[in-house]
C-alpha cells in the first residue's frame, strides 16, 4: 500500500485538516440561500441537511413538482450523479490497502486492450504522452482526472442524446461501459497524461477494474463495503431501471437549452447506463451525510489511504483541486470543504464538508438549467462562512 500511494502524496498538498465556525447565526443564512436557489436563479426546488457540532439541521425551498406545489422535504431520494464517483474510489482504495491491486498498477494490466494508444504507428512501447495508452496510467490517475482520457459525455452525438434535446426519444436507451470508453478513445486529440481533464470516462473503467479484480459489480461492492456497514438504507444503484424509489421529487431539465424560454421537461426517470459507474447512485441528503462523515473521519480507509484520497492538485476548473474521489476549494471567508457535486438530468447534487469530519452539508436542487455554480455555490457559501458582509 505505501508503495501504490507514494505517487499520489508526492502530486500536491493535503486539504485542511479543520476549519473555525464561522456560523454565529446558525443556519439562517444557509435557509436563505436556499430561497435564493428558488426565487433568483428561477429553480423549482432545493432542499439541504446539515451537521455539525450543534447536530442535525434541514431546510428547503421550493417544490418538488410543480404540478401539485408539494413541497421538498429531506426524505426525497434523488439522482447525486457524480457523487458516485467518491463511492468508487473508496473501494478502490480499499481494494489496495487489502493487497488485490496496487494505485500504481497501469490500466492496461486489468483491462488489457481496453484504452489503447490512437497512433497505431508507435510500437515502440515507449511512455505515452496523451491519455490513450493504458500501459502508461497508473489506476490513480483515473481517480484525479490527471489519465488524460476523454470525456464520452462531451461528444456532441452522445450528449444530443443522453442529456440534450434527443433525451426524450432515448431516455431508455441502454449503453454497455465497453462503448462508452470507446467513445471517449475515438475523440481527437486525446488529452495529456498528468493534466488535469474532468472526465466520467475515467470511473467508468473504476467500474470496470473493480469488477475484474472481484468478480463483482461495483454495486455490489459498494454495497458490501460501504452502504451495508454504515446502514445507508436509502441508498442504491438503478441498474437498468429507469425510475426513482418513493418518495422523491421530479425532476426537470431544460435538456442543455440555454435559451431563457426553452422547453422545461420531466426527466425523472432515466436508463443511467449513460453514465453508468461514473454517476449512477441514489440517495438522499441524509445517506450522503452520514457517508461523509465517515469517509473524513478515517472509518473507511487507513489513514494513509485517507491522506492519499484528500491529496490534490490543480483542478482544469479554476478554485478547484481534484484529490482520488472527491474535490476541494477554498471559500472567500478562507474555510477550505472538500467533497463532490454532481449533475443529472433534472438534478444537481453535492456534499461537502470541513476535512476533519465536524461539518457537513449535503444539497439537491430538482432542476438543471443553471448557467454557472453559482447557485448551489451560494448554499456552500452561507452553510459555512455565514452571511455575506453587507
Not at 494490466?109 to 512501447?125: A, E, Q, R, Y
Not at 488535469?196 to 458490501?224: C, D, F, P, W
Not at 442543455?256 to 421537461?265: F, H, I
Not at 449513460?274 to 451525510?289: F, H, K, P, R, Y
Amino acid at each position: 500500500m505505501a508503495l501504490a500511494l507514494t505517487a499520489v502524496l508526492a502530486t500536491g498538498p493535503a486539504a485542511d485538516a479543520a476549519s473555525p465556525d464561522r456560523r454565529p447565526d446558525g443556519h439562517q443564512a444557509t435557509q436563505e440561500a436556499l430561497r435564493a436557489v428558488v426565487e433568483k436563479a428561477g429553480l423549482p426546488g432545493v432542499v439541504a441537511e446539515a451537521r455539525d457540532a450543534r447536530g442535525r439541521w434541514s431546510g428547503s425551498a421550493g417544490e418538488a413538482d410543480t404540478s401539485t406545489h408539494r413541497e421538498r422535504t429531506s426524505a426525497e431520494h434523488f439522482r447525486a450523479a457524480s457523487v458516485t464517483k467518491t463511492f468508487l474510489a473508496t473501494v478502490l482504495l480499499q481494494l489496495a490497502e487489502e493487497g488485490r491491486l496496487s494505485l500504481d498498477d497501469t490500466v492496461e494490466k486489468w483491462l488489457p486492450g481496453v484504452v489503447h494508444n490512437s497512433d497505431t504507428s508507435d510500437t515502440s512501447g515507449s511512455d505515452a504522452k496523451d491519455g490513450n495508452d493504458g500501459r502508461a496510467i497508473p489506476l490513480w490517475r483515473l481517480l484525479n482526472h490527471t489519465s488524460g482520457i476523454r470525456n464520452h459525455t462531451a461528444d456532441p452525438g452522445f450528449a444530443h442524446r443522453a442529456s440534450g434535446p434527443g433525451f426524450l426519444e432515448h431516455r431508455y436507451d441502454t449503453y454497455r461501459p465497453a462503448d462508452l470508453v470507446a467513445l471517449a478513445l475515438r475523440q481527437t486529440p486525446p488529452g495529456t497524461l498528468g493534466t488535469a481533464l474532468y472526465s466520467n470516462t475515467n470511473y467508468v473503467l473504476v467500474g470496470m477494474i473493480i469488477e475484474k479484480a472481484t468478480g463483482h459489480s461495483y454495486a455490489h461492492e459498494v454495497q458490501r463495503r460501504i452502504l451495508t456497514p454504515l446502514k445507508l438504507r436509502e441508498t442504491s444503484f438503478p441498474g437498468l431501471d429507469p425510475r426513482l424509489p418513493l418518495p422523491h421529487p421530479t425532476a426537470y431539465s431544460r435538456l442543455r437549452q440555454k435559451e431563457p424560454g426553452a422547453p422545461v421537461v420531466d426527466a425523472t426517470e432515466q436508463n443511467m447506463s449513460w453514465l453508468g459507474a461514473s454517476g449512477d447512485i441514489i440517495s438522499t441528503t441524509g445517506d450522503l451525510n452520514t457517508f461523509f462523515r465517515a469517509l473524513t473521519q478515517g472509518r473507511l480507509l487507513s489513514p494513509a489511504a485517507t491522506r492519499a484520497m484528500f491529496t490534490t492538485v490543480p483542478a482544469d476548473t479554476q478554485g478547484y483541486r481534484y484529490g482520488l474521489g472527491i474535490e476541494s476549494i477554498t471559500l472567500s471567508c478562507g474555510v477550505t470543504v472538500v467533497g463532490k457535486t454532481g449533475r443529472a438530468n433534472g438534478s444537481v447534487s453535492g456534499v461537502v464538508g470541513t476535512r476533519d469530519g465536524s461539518h457537513q452539508l449535503t444539497f439537491n436542487i430538482n432542476g438543471d438549467w443553471m448557467g454557472d455554480a453559482s447557485a448551489y455555490a451560494g448554499v456552500v457559501e452561507a452553510e459555512f462562512c455565514g452571511p455575506r458582509k453587507r
